[in-house]
């Protein structure tokens, strides 16, 4: 099932972009050239799935997937 999130950006911690669902810290690193389409963003404390856009190391959800 998949459900929509809201349009926003990540908040990045200690370099590493911080899961919207639980808070706590992804594996993705972020740097300021990071640009990627469709990614799919794993949480492995939550275990959702987002699929982001990354432009400029600014990342902007499109949807929650699970």
């Not at 911080?18 to 808070?23: E, F, H, K, M």
């Not at 939550?46 to 600014?58: F, P, S, T």
């Amino acid at each position: 099932m998949q459900t929509k999130t809201k349009h926003g950006t990540l908040v990045v911690k200690d370099g590493l972009y911080v899961c919207p669902n639980c808070r706590q810290k992804t594996y993705q690193a972020a740097r300021d050239d990071t640009e990627a389409e469709n990614l799919q963003l794993w949480c492995r404390n939550c275990k959702a799935v987002y699929l982001v856009n990354i432009e400029h190391g600014q990342c902007v959800v499109l949807r929650r997937c699970r």
